[in-house]
């Protein structure tokens, strides 16, 4: 005992319950230690699921009622229980009491106290394994919703910044080195398309979960007449009842569907983070991150710290540590229900919120931020961003092969480098001395803006396609 430590020894001290549980008691005569009460509850995370528990009993009363399994007086009294139960957690919160584990059977005791013995009725041909499959499904469904909602405004908020900036330059990069000119518009939509792909991603993973699970009962289904089309319907599962009894109990795949999506989407919105810090450090000085979604330093009065967008990229880390638990949760559990499934709502949870957070977070970045477009221009300049633009106008008008243009333009970035200034600074003599074949048009080539305006295939970064892009983001958003 001496290696218990103190806390643990006490808690074990206490009295255990002297009643068994009231719901599953029958057979035990005495009732769970301390700690096993607390290792076995989730109501101190799963009340999160208060409301979906409640439409889900609502919904199976009602379809007790009308196969006339149970009386309609009985209907009545709980469903009038229920919405009074409603009522109060809405006002008061969910009181958490250990002895009742889980929020099913927090609501369950409740209405027992409020209606009598009728309330022992809305259990009848259901589990909580089935119960908890349905609240669950019912409620990642709604982080759906909301994730979808937020990542709608952050498309909107890009596109908007985006049309803003359709013919700014800004040096665009490869290995974080200066490689060819792009628009900052261009740039921006980039992340509109991945931001869609994440909004297709959660719209398979709804598709997939809208199966009704109430009604696989315990794990074998029941042999109670009920509808489970009703109950389906009734709860807006659009694709009916789920078919397979033991499936319905075990499948945790729409959770980790929603997960791998978040973390998929919460990669996306790390790596726009990182642009958002590295933008904003002073070497490169491309935005000034507005006061909202920054802070200041408790000891250097200047700076200015990107934290919102540190800890969206931080938060990545944990949204995919939440993906993994439960990976590593599901995996190996034989059919059906186990224990360890409970563990399934705090990742789910905690990955949700991290990741409406992050969503808000860049929304309002991308909305209020201050792009440097001078000092941005004045970047994708000074390099040599535009030697590519010189080597397709010698394969194009000169009829040089492009491995060679390839080594003229090299010579003449080296003569750039040498007299300083970029290769804006060199004379149609310094090039012609390079290449006698040089002549005014490719002189036309090196600005930046004539480089970009020439990136015209279809999804490139010209003006005029960026432009295009947009018009078509602003009508899939419907704006
Ligand atoms: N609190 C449980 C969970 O979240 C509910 C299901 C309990 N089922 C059982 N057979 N003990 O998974």
């Not at 806390?7 to 008691?25: C, F, I, L, S, V």
């Not at 109430?214 to 509808?227: E, F, R």
């Not at 300083?420 to 004379?427: F, I, V």
């Amino acid at each position: 005992m001496t290696s218990v430590p103190k806390a643990m020894r006490e808690k074990a001290d206490m009295a255990d319950t002297p009643k068994a549980n009231n719901m599953w008691g029958g057979r035990f005569a005495a009732g769970p230690s301390a700690i096993m009460r607390e290792i076995n509850a989730s109501i101190p995370f799963d009340k999160r699921l208060w409301q979906q528990d409640i439409a889900g009993s609502k919904a199976h009363v009602a379809m007790l009622g009308a196969q006339a399994i149970i009386a309609n007086a009985d209907v009545k009294a709980i469903i009038d229980g229920l919405d009074r139960i409603a009522a109060d957690y809405e006002a008061n919160g969910v009181p958490v009491d250990m002895a009742l584990e889980d929020i099913h059977m927090t609501v369950e005791s409740r209405l027992a106290e409020l209606i009598g013995p009728a309330a022992g009725r809305l259990h009848t041909a259901r589990s909580r394994n089935d119960q908890v499959a349905t609240d669950f499904k019912l409620w990642v469904r709604d982080a759906i919703d909301e994730v979808d909602a937020g990542l709608a405004a952050l498309q909107t908020q890009l596109v908007i910044r985006a049309d803003e900036h359709a013919d700014s330059i800004m040096p665009g990069f490869t290995h974080l080195q200066s490689a060819q000119p792009v628009t900052l518009g261009h740039h921006l939509m980039a992340y509109y398309e991945m931001i869609a792909r994440d909004r297709s991603r959660f719209a398979d993973a709804r598709a997939r979960l809208n199966q009704s699970p109430l009604g696989a009962a315990a794990l074998a289904g029941t042999g109670h007449k009920i509808d489970r089309q009703a109950t389906a319907a009734a709860l807006g599962f659009e694709n009916g009842p789920t078919r397979n009894s033991l499936d319905s109990v075990s499948d945790r795949d729409f959770a980790l569907d929603y997960l791998m999506a978040a973390t998929q989407c919460a990669l996306h919105l790390s790596r726009l983070a990182e642009e958002f810090i590295i933008w904003a450090s002073q070497p490169f000085g491309f935005v000034s991150l507005p006061d909202a979604y920054s802070t200041g330093s408790s000891i250097m009065p200047q700076k200015r710290n990107p934290d919102a967008a540190e800890l969206v990229r931080g938060h990545a880390g944990r949204i995919a540590g939440c993906m993994t638990a439960l990976v590593m949760t599901m995996k190996g559990l034989p059919l059906a229900y186990s224990k360890d499934m409970q563990d399934d709502k705090p990742p789910v949870f905690e990955a949700h919120d991290l990741l409406a957070l992050s969503i808000a977070a860049m929304t309002g970045m991308v909305e209020t931020t201050t792009f440097r477009t001078d000092r941005m221009r004045a970047l994708a300049e000074s390099g040599f961003a535009t030697a590519t633009d010189l080597a397709d106008w010698l394969v194009r008008e000169a009829g040089v092969p492009f491995r060679e243009a390839h080594h003229i333009t090299g010579a003449v970035v080296k003569a750039a480098e040498d007299k300083g200034g970029g290769l804006m600074a060199l004379t149609l003599d310094d090039l012609k001395a390079i290449d006698s074949r040089i002549d005014a048009g490719a002189m036309a080539m090196l600005p930046v803006d004539a480089s970009v305006a020439s990136r015209t295939s279809f999804g490139g970064t010209a003006p005029s396609e960026v432009r295009a892009r947009v018009a078509e983001a602003r009508k899939e958003l419907g704006l």
